[in-house]
């Protein structure tokens, strides 16, 4: 363990804490994993960050890089141990340059705040996570975030032009370039994005912006057969229009949101809502007038169009709810995140209620439909050890069901400590041991949040699951 | 450990509430300042969870991170989970108390039972007023009594401008706050405050302070009140005004008259009436930052209440390019007085003292609106 000394002499006494009441609230995510760090330190440089960095290598520390703590997969939950390094004062951004459509920030930027500015010069960073509002860009490189308009505007991947890296030796590392285009040796930028603090301390982004679009047309159409809401989602992306925005909620999560809000909902199995946006209304209104014909084919109970801000906010509020609502109505849940090919989201669905029967669990689920990307929430009580086996049983045969279709185990929230005992079905031995051999490299001693996305001696995180 | 906190199913539940989302990253004053988890919401409901688990035992430290939170409301309101954090964080104070621990909000206490307020001042300044019987009673708050003294002469002097018929009376400390910080209300002093505003057989009683208001209108003890309770915007939301401003006014909304008492539309009603150059800040309503006083905060820590109010007040005039903030509770604009650089330019009032200086410079401006 590194001694608190040398941590207090890099950031100063009033960056490093080892007190139990601040090092609880590190101890978890929002994710249902726990372990307490041995400290947390909050440095204000990359600098800082290197020499923190070496010293742990040398000590051979775990240390666990951590923007807003929002994870769902326990990605930020120190296993074993180790010092939190809590990027949140690293909040700069260093240089908008819209003339060369990129923004360059440090890890710690808020994504709503980078948005904020951006919106000034009639810019946007894409990437949406329900989170946005405190997610930081450190998190959205770590977990490669998506949102809402992943299928029309990609993941934080599709983004990240470069990185400065610290590697878990101290040195610091620059990758990519400040090009739209850069073919220039290994694309290393890609291999952090998504790795979840596994391979280094991403301290500084260089992303690519868009436009902002000017106008946007929302619609919310029900299905009283979730098979015709399967054929509507999957006939719309083959028509030629890219919708912003598809989300769908199954019957569960609508009865939910009708009995427990004052959101007056038709009883049907499944509600799609859809956005198309654009540069000019005429271009914004084609695009749903497509999307409207492929509905109305497919037998739906009723559609709901709205083009000014206030209406559409109006049609956004069942989707809107649908976490809170949850969260509310449970003691406990877990947000799973599973994604599959877009035509296979019907049989994902139906599977799900099949195994919401079976464990006699309530499962609803929602999410976007439009790049396969489902968010099955679980309800449980975690002070009940039978549903928390019925609960985890659930889990597992939704991921078997999810490969099965030739989907993944996660479409945004990342592997972390929840879904690593899940790796080896999705990854062949070949891939499995590729990914251990890269982690070995850039960080033979195992420092860099250990434990995660079974990249370690697997036997050995679970042992340390649940003590504290 | 000197004994156990009682989790009754009630405080189970929110605990249990809590899905650890993080949202209140957000809205959290004094988080916003220190980038702590500990200072936030989720990370007080952690503490709360470790502690009814048995997993964290009840110290003095654990005690001490409770009283770093404003109980400003915001997380409440942005709460997806539901969860009414500041309200968990009260009771968990008065459970630290019970346990032995004490705050130094117990010195305060005996200081307002000995002198009637927080301050443990002797004398207020006489503004006259006291005409003993009125239509209305006039409650002004120890903050507004004792350290913007300025500010209640010129609250005063337009409710004279306006002929309203009030008094002031002998009025103590409604120690209402002690209910928030760990403790209980004095009741001898609110039968105090009781017996005066009855002796003037008012039918109406108003104050200046957003927080005297909500005790006078929740706390039992003052349930026998019997008189019409109005916020002095409430009641001066009918009235006309003979003065204007041109300059660029913005409005904060305090938590304690904003989230707490729903009180949002009075106070712009009012200021629409008299700057029509009036432009909200792009956290307003609901969505109004704290200014870092309020939950015994500004007591416990002074330095950071100061800094949250710099950053409350930093955030108005880049949102606004404002000339004139204006607020409506005393322990707001004593924090952001305090708070503003002098090279700020922004000035900052009470809405009822503004109204009353521009009364004040159209008399001696020769009727020109300011």
């Known amino acids: ?468 | 450990m000197r004994g156990q906190i009682q989790f009754d199913e009630k405080r189970q539940k929110a605990i249990a509430q809590c899905s650890r989302c993080g949202f209140c990253r957000a809205v959290c004053p004094i988080f916003d300042l220190t980038k702590r988890p500990v200072t936030n919401a989720r990370g007080k409901m952690i503490l709360l969870k470790e502690l009814m688990e048995g997993k964290l035992p009840a110290t003095e430290a654990v005690a001490q991170a409770f009283l770093r939170c404003t109980t400003c409301m915001n997380c409440t309101l942005n709460c997806p989970s539901g969860v009414d954090p500041q309200e968990m964080v009260k009771q968990a104070r008065k459970d630290f108390v019970r346990l032995g621990m004490d705050n130094l909000f117990r010195t305060m206490a005996e200081t307002m039972a000995k002198y009637g307020n927080i301050y443990g001042e002797e004398r207020r300044v006489d503004w006259g007023h006291k005409k003993g019987n009125a239509s209305i009673v006039l409650f002004l708050g120890c903050v507004g009594t004792y350290r913007e003294e300025e500010s209640v002469k010129e609250t005063l002097q337009l409710l004279d401008i306006l002929k309203v018929d009030y008094t002031l009376i002998e009025e103590v400390c409604c120690s209402g706050v002690l209910e928030d910080v760990g403790y209980k209300i004095i009741e001898d002093l609110a039968e105090k405050n009781i017996r005066e505003i009855k002796k003037t057989g008012a039918k109406t009683l108003i104050t200046t302070c957003p927080y005297c208001y909500r005790v006078f209108k929740d706390h039992p003890a003052y349930q026998n009140l019997g008189l019409e309770l109005k916020h002095i915007t409430q009641f001066l939301k009918d009235f006309n005004f003979e003065v204007q401003t041109q300059k660029k006014v913005t409005y904060h909304d305090p938590c304690d008259l904003g989230r707490h008492a729903g009180i949002y539309e009075e106070p712009r009603e009012i200021i629409r009436k008299i700057a029509p150059n009036f432009i909200e800040p792009l956290r307003t309503r609901e969505n109004s930052m704290c200014c870092g006083a309020g939950g015994g905060f500004r007591g416990s820590f002074p330095k950071e209440s100061v800094r949250i109010a710099r950053n409350r007040l930093g955030q108005i005039i880049e949102e606004t390019g404002a000339d004139i903030l204006l607020t409506e509770c005393p322990s707001c604009l004593h924090n952001f007085r305090n708070a503003r650089r002098q090279k700020q330019r922004i000035e900052i009032y009470n809405i009822t003292e503004f109204i009353g200086k521009l009364y004040q410079e159209k008399d001696s401006f020769g009727k020109e609106p300011a």
């Open chain 1, 1 to 468: 363990m590194i001694p608190k000394q040398s941590l207090i002499e890099i950031v100063g006494s009033e960056n490093f804490t080892d007190q139990l009441e601040e090092l609880v609230p590190y101890s978890y995510d929002a994710s249902m994993n726990v372990h307490r760090p041995d400290g947390a330190i909050w440095p204000e440089s990359p600098e800082q960050v290197a020499k923190i960095v070496q010293l742990a290598n040398e000590e051979k520390t775990p240390l666990i890089p951590r923007g807003a703590g929002t994870s769902l997969s326990g990605g930020v939950v120190p296993i074993q141990g180790g010092i939190i390094v809590d990027l949140s004062k690293m909040n700069r951004m260093i240089e908008i340059s819209i003339e060369n459509r990129y923004v360059r920030v440090q890890a710690g930027v808020v994504c709503d705040l980078l948005n904020r500015e951006l919106a000034k010069y009639g810019f946007v960073f894409p990437p949406d996570p329900a989170s946005s509002s405190v997610a930081t860009i450190g998190g959205n490189v770590a977990t490669n975030a998506g949102g809402i308009k992943g299928a029309k505007y990609g993941t934080t991947r599709d983004y990240v032009l470069g990185l400065q890296v610290v590697l878990p030796t101290g040195e610091v590392m620059h990758t990519g370039s400040y090009t739209m285009k850069c073919v220039s040796g290994y694309d290393l930028s890609r291999l952090f994005v998504g790795s979840e603090g596994t391979l280094g301390i991403v301290t500084e982004a260089t992303l690519k912006i868009n436009p902002l679009p000017r106008y946007a047309m929302t619609a919310v159409a029900t299905f009283s057969r979730l098979e015709d809401a399967g054929n509507a989602i999957f006939q719309t992306m083959m028509s030629g229009i890219l919708p912003s925005v598809m989300e769908i909620m199954d019957q569960v999560t609508l009865r939910s949101i009708k009995e427990n809000t004052d959101i007056d909902l038709p009883d049907a199995e499944a509600m799609i809502l859809t956005e198309t946006d654009g540069f000019t209304w005429e271009e914004v209104e084609a695009q749903m007038e497509v999307i409207l014909k492929i509905f109305k084919k497919n037998h739906p109970i009723e559609i709901k169009t709205a083009k000014g801000e206030k209406d559409r906010v109006n049609l956004w509020k069942a989707r809107k709810s649908a976490y809170a609502t949850l969260a509310r109505v449970s003691n406990s849940f877990v947000l799973d995140d599973v994604t599959v090919p877009v035509s296979r989201i019907p049989e994902l669905l139906i599977g799900i209620q099949g195994i919401s029967k079976k464990y006699d669990i309530v499962i609803a689920t929602f999410g976007h439909a439009g790049d396969g990307n489902l968010h099955p929430q679980i309800l449980y009580d975690e002070y009940d050890p039978e549903q928390v086996e019925r609960m985890e049983k659930a889990e597992a045969e939704i991921f078997h069901l999810a490969i099965s279709l030739n989907g993944t185990l996660s479409g945004e929230h990342g592997i972390g400590l929840s879904k690593a005992n899940y790796m080896s079905l999705e990854h062949d031995p070949v891939e499995m041991a590729l990914m251990k051999k890269i982690k070995k490299t850039l960080d033979p001693n195992n420092i860099m949040n250990p434990g995660k996305r079974a990249l370690d001696d697997r036997k050995e995180s679970n042992e340390r699951a649940n003590s504290i």
